[in-house]
């Protein structure tokens, strides 16, 4: 297996400009997590789903931040509109139930710079 | 207050010296323990986990919970400078959920 695949890997957009990030996680696993992370936060959770379906997103910080996950293989994460604090490193993680602890295998992170 | 506090460093230690990393977390609901290693931009990757009191060991890092004082850490023996980076420590909700600490950025000099 690949690993969990995050595209783009960079971003620059202009405030104001929506952004999709994209994530496909581990084949077979059953949870998906969505963290950003900076300096000045370090990582947080944002959202996650145990099969497809959104189990906690009140890290979500404000209704311009959205995320989907249509089937097992594919998840998004849109901010529209864009703001300069949102710049950031947004990282997708995926695991499975039967782990026991949740080990989490991150991608390797979208960094997102708006201007 | 966070639900899980670590001290984010830097921390420079010479090469061959022992590491203690910690964190102290809140919430007893945690159910699960765990550190992972971040290299420079790149994803965190796990290191080793636990789940009750004690210690669990893995060659050169040894993991300590102390669940009545709500507090974890992270020994590195015989630290190389392959060991810099940063490390962050994690807790797991029986529901999976994963709430991470900042992060301690070690630097370990040749």
């Known amino acids: 297996d690949a690993g969990v695949i995050q595209s783009p890997r960079h971003e620059v957009t202009e405030m104001g400009q929506e952004v999709t990030l994209r994530c496909k996680p581990i084949s077979g696993h059953d949870y998906l997590f969505w963290y950003r992370q900076t300096m000045m936060r370090g990582l947080e959770l944002l959202i996650y789903?145990?099969?497809?379906?959104?189990?906690?997103d009140s890290g979500m910080p404000e209704d311009r931040f959205s995320a989907k996950m249509p089937n097992a293989s594919f998840s998004t994460l849109k901010i529209q509109p864009s703001e300069p604090r949102d710049s950031a490193v947004y990282f997708c993680?995926?695991?499975?139930?039967?782990?026991?602890?949740?080990?989490?295998?991150f991608g390797a992170g979208s960094r997102l710079t708006v201007l | 207050q966070k639900e899980v506090e670590q001290d984010p460093g830097p921390l420079s230690v010479p090469e061959g010296a022992i590491v203690s990393l910690n964190c102290t977390y809140s919430n007893s609901a945690f159910q699960y323990f765990m550190w992972y290693r971040q290299y420079s931009r790149k994803g965190p990757e796990l290191l080793m986990y636990t789940y009750s009191s004690g210690n669990k060991e893995d060659g050169r890092f040894t993991a300590q919970v102390d669940k009545s004082s709500k507090y974890i850490s992270l020994f590195i023996r015989d630290s190389q400078p392959s060991d810099s980076a940063t490390y962050l420590c994690?807790?797991?909700?029986?529901?999976?959920?994963?709430?991470f600490g900042a992060g301690t950025r070690l630097f370990v000099k040749a």
């Open positions: 994690a807790m797991v909700t029986g529901g999976f959920k994963t709430i």
């Open positions: 789903f145990n099969n497809n379906v959104p189990i906690d």
């Open positions: 993680a995926s695991s499975f139930q039967s782990s026991g602890a949740n080990v989490l295998t």
